[in-house]
């Protein structure tokens, strides 16, 4: 049996940190990684709102025992017109889900599935304390329609375990909007 040397256990180390094409150190950034690690989750849904409509989504984080902390990310939404403003609630309340909303796995190799229960059209009767929101003011396209839409940032909230979460998407337009939005998670186990 052979013992490595500190020399060799660095040369490997420098090894395995280059990329075989160029040979430049190996870097990707915290998402990228977390999605080869199996632990970055996504949804979607589109909805066409009336004038003054909103749409309703709930979300309920795993409890303590399951050890799992959620990071979420801010929405992705791009709308058909402008006004839309989304609200994420904490505390949501009385609360009948419409459909459920399936969680991809980022890492389409993985079977790891998402701890949160993601619902939408739910009905809220009590939403709870607003913790964030966003809205898209829009802008005239080619042709004077108004359009917008707000990206995904890094700026994630930790939600608290065993809670209840709302995401209620208003369109303040005075006409119809049709809003596609892109939800984005990670999943630490603690």
Do not use: C
Not at 93 to 115: D, E, F, I, Q, W
Not at 116 to 138: E, L, N, R, V, W
Request: no cysteine; net charge neutral; proline share 2%.
């Amino acid at each position: 049996m052979s013992v490595k040397t500190f020399a060799e256990d660095i040369l490997e180390f420098i090894t395995t940190i280059k990329e075989s094409l160029t040979s430049a150190v190996k870097t990707i950034d915290t998402d990228h990684a977390y999605i080869h690690d199996s632990i970055m989750f996504s949804t979607y849904d589109k909805k066409t709102l009336t004038a003054g409509g909103t749409t309703k989504y709930s979300i309920v984080t795993p409890d303590t025992a399951s050890g799992t902390q959620i990071h979420w990310r801010p929405t992705s939404i791009t709308s058909s017109g402008d006004n839309v403003l989304t609200t994420i609630y904490e505390g949501n309340s009385n609360v009948t889900a419409g459909g459920t909303l399936t969680p991809y796995n980022r890492n389409r190799t993985s079977s790891l599935t998402s701890k949160i229960t993601f619902k939408s059209s739910a009905t809220i009767t009590t939403a709870g304390t607003a913790i964030d929101a966003y809205f898209i003011g829009g802008g005239a396209s080619v042709g004077g329609k108004t359009i917008g839409d707000t990206l995904i940032g890094k700026e994630e909230i930790i939600l608290a375990k065993n809670k209840n979460y709302s995401i209620v998407i208003y369109n303040g337009s005075t006409s119809s909007n049709t809003v596609f939005s892109k939800f984005m998670w990670y999943e630490e186990n603690l």
